[in-house]
């Protein structure tokens, strides 16, 4: 069975930066699109950034474009989100996710359990 297992949050200033990894196992990650999403208390879960199979298309909410950049190492089977210029609206749980892109986004056939990363003013 898939699993993927994120790591890397915490706490940070803002204007500070994190960098985000999702390690998977179980699944042939190459074969899948993945990417990031967040929740924050009381809001729905938010696509952040998506990365093709082989790193060649990367996709971004409006939210972070400019400011995150994601990547991935197919030999590792992980995936990264790098965080810079972090405000406190960027605070959330961040959520790793495997599947296939879908509307600009991914539909997830597999999800981390998440993250917390925590922006102070």
């Known amino acids: 069975q898939g699993q993927l297992v994120e790591s890397g949050g915490g706490l940070v200033q803002a204007g500070g930066s994190l960098r985000l990894s999702c390690a998977a196992s179980?699944?042939?990650?190459?074969?899948?699109?993945v990417g990031w999403f967040r929740q924050a208390p009381g809001k729905e879960r938010q696509f952040i950034a998506g990365i093709s199979t082989y790193g060649i298309s990367t996709n971004y909410g409006d939210s972070v474009k400019g400011r995150f950049t994601i990547s991935r190492d197919n030999a590792k089977n992980t995936v990264y989100l790098q965080m810079n210029s972090l405000t406190p609206e960027d605070t959330a749980v961040y959520y790793c996710?495997?599947?296939?892109?879908?509307?600009?986004?991914?539909?997830?056939?597999?999800w981390g359990q998440g993250t917390q990363v925590t922006v102070s003013s």
């Open positions: 179980g699944l042939t990650f190459s074969t899948y699109v």
């Open positions: 996710a495997a599947g296939t892109w879908y509307k600009g986004g991914i539909n997830a056939a597999y």
